[in-house]
């Protein structure tokens, strides 16, 4: 007989014999920052691993049984694949790393997908370190290439398409569904010169993603992105409040995105739970991103996507870590841990607005008088004059949808107190020079901060302009266009599904044909494996099922 007559029978009895294939909803679970440090690095927790523990607001010393709580609750609930989107570990340590993976490696045992990318905290760290007592000392730190083989089996050796120049990578963790797992870390770069900002994507790189991008929209697929640092501010002037939780050159990169058709990016960094929608540069599309807070800072949360069979609704649902070994109420606990860690968040805030603080005092030196205080001393007075209203704000901002929090008052609060403030950076005012200063001081504050905190306490982005638009932190349910299922099961790319797609799979089952001449295409139900569920599919498409 002839190898054509062979193969042509070899499909016939695979059509008669194979069952009906078809896509089933599919749930991607999303989690970040987890920061784990690895208990082995604490050598003797003394003096330097407990000023660690007070100056983060990071519950890193319950890392491993939140991590391991964690894995058991992803176990329980079973979804397709998990997402991580970067800071595995808390400052780059390779032993927390290896601990990491190995948690992971129990998802995958169960037949979980898992994909990662880093983050800040990951690779090339000069804070990697371990705790011994009153010291610290430096431990190893992996480079992109340790990284990427510490991780092999959570997306780097899944990949249908690697970046040369990141860690960046294509999966399809669901059929019809594409993830661009981007680096925005500039790891590699780092591998030579690690003084280079952590913050960044090449624009060889960009046009990696772009391509990807492309190539996805022409097979049919739906294509969504996870990154670390966010694309899109998430209360107004973000920015200049927070410094660089935004990705370089932000504004630019979602513009293209959105042209190139990524309409829904994952993110971390933040350790807050919002969602929030960006419209393009002429408000006719736009791009949701979502990002997720750390199981280290309360509400200790995980994300929950259900992604619809025509992979055009995703639903997502918000989860938490509720107990943890010895902590069953750990929700409560991990509250007030939260609530009384708040302060390195004030020092971040007047670092970042030092510079707007100084113009104050400089324009209106001759009324002040000498004034002259630290940012040490600046950040204690704000802390105390406004302890009340920055739990609130912080708790409202880590539990999302604000609206619902009762912190609508937050911001007259703050401009009421601004003569405690005053008392405190600048005592000694008398009674005629006081009242001028304190109406100064609260008209320039309610210039720097009445837009971001109008955002926060509305959960509106573009607060009060045309572009307002608030989106559900929690519970949103995302519509997109579906996917274009008559080019699944197109091997070929000829715009057709038949019998020459059949053979080409057959081809490859048979060492005939490299699955790699067809990325994101042979392996149709995204199994690793091309084999006859894959001729199933195609089959079944074939055939109008």
């Given at each position: 007989m002839k190898p054509r007559h062979s193969l042509t029978l070899c499909t016939l009895l695979l059509m008669m014999l194979?069952?009906?294939?078809?896509?089933?909803?599919?749930?991607?679970?999303?989690?970040?920052?987890?920061?784990?440090?690895?208990?082995?690095?604490?050598?003797n927790p003394g003096q330097a691993y407990n000023d660690a523990i007070n100056n983060d607001n990071k519950m890193f010393d319950l890392g491993a049984p939140i991590m391991q709580a964690l894995i058991d609750t992803i176990l329980a609930i079973h979804p397709t694949a998990v997402l991580v989107t970067g800071d595995m570990t808390k400052d780059g340590e390779r032993r927390s790393h290896q601990d990491m993976a190995s948690y992971l490696a129990q998802l995958r045992a169960q037949g979980i997908g898992v994909y990662v990318i880093p983050g800040n905290h990951d690779v090339n760290s000069d804070e990697a370190?371990?705790?011994?007592?009153?010291?610290?000392?430096?431990?190893?730190?992996?480079?992109?290439?340790?990284?990427?083989?510490?991780?092999?089996?959570?997306?780097?050796?899944?990949?249908?398409?690697r970046d040369n120049n990141s860690l960046s990578y294509l999966v399809e963790p669901i059929p019809g569904l594409w993830l661009i797992a981007i680096d925005d870390n500039m790891t590699v770069q780092r591998d030579a010169d690690r003084s280079i900002d952590a913050n960044g994507i090449t624009l060889s790189t960009r046009n990696w993603i772009l391509d990807k991008a492309d190539q996805g929209r022409a097979l049919g697929k739906q294509v969504m992105a996870m990154m670390h640092h966010q694309l899109v501010e998430h209360y107004d002037e973000q920015s200049r409040i927070s410094g660089d939780a935004a990705v370089t050159d932000a504004a630019n990169l979602r513009q293209q995105f959105i042209e190139h058709g990524i309409k829904l990016v994952l993110t971390g960094h933040m350790h807050i739970g919002n969602i929030t929608t960006q419209f393009d540069e002429a408000s006719a599309d736009s791009l949701v991103e979502v990002t997720t807070g750390s199981p280290l800072t309360y509400p200790c949360q995980f994300r929950l996507i259900d992604v619809a069979p025509d992979r055009g609704t995703f639903g997502i649902n918000t989860g938490y870590i509720e107990q943890i070994q010895d902590i069953p109420n750990f929700q409560d606990y991990a509250l007030e841990r939260f609530q009384n860690s708040t302060r390195p968040t004030v020092a971040s805030l007047v670092y970042h607005s030092w510079d707007d603080l100084m113009a104050?005092?400089?324009?209106?030196?001759?009324?002040?008088?000498?004034?002259?205080?630290?940012?040490?001393?600046?950040?204690?007075?704000?802390?105390?004059?406004?302890?009340?209203?920055?739990?609130?704000?912080?708790v409202a901002m880590a539990q999302g949808n604000e609206p619902s929090r009762g912190v609508q008052d937050v911001p007259d609060a703050i401009y009421n107190k601004v003569g405690t403030l005053v008392d405190q950076l600048i005592p000694g005012l008398n009674f005629i020079t006081r009242p001028i200063v304190v109406g100064i001081i609260r008209n320039q504050l309610e210039n720097l901060l009445d837009a971001p905190l109008r955002s926060v306490v509305t959960d509106c982005n573009h607060y009060n302009t045309a572009q307002a638009?608030?989106?559900?932190?929690?519970?949103?349910?995302?519509?997109?266009?579906?996917?274009?299922?008559?080019?699944?099961?197109?091997?070929?790319?000829?715009?057709?599904?038949?019998?020459?797609?059949v053979n080409i799979i057959i081809n490859i089952m048979l060492g005939k044909a490299q699955a790699s001449n067809y990325p994101g295409r042979a392996d149709i139900n995204v199994d690793d494996n091309v084999d006859v569920s894959d001729v199933n599919i195609v089959i079944n498409i074939m055939l109008g099922k």
């Open positions: 194979l069952s009906q294939a078809g896509h089933a909803q599919d749930r991607l679970l999303v989690f970040t920052d987890p920061h784990l440090l690895s208990p082995a690095l604490v050598v370190k371990g705790y011994y007592g009153s010291t610290t000392r430096k431990v190893t730190t992996p480079s992109s290439t340790e990284f990427a083989t510490i991780y092999a089996d959570m997306g780097y050796n899944q990949a249908l398409d104050i005092i400089d324009q209106y030196g001759s009324l002040l008088g000498d004034v002259n205080f630290t940012q040490e001393q600046a950040t204690e007075a704000i802390y105390t004059a406004y302890h009340d209203e920055i739990v609130r704000l912080m638009h608030v989106t559900d932190d929690l519970m949103p349910v995302l519509h997109f266009a579906p996917i274009d299922e008559g080019t699944r099961g197109d091997i070929n790319g000829d715009g057709k599904v038949d019998v020459t797609d």
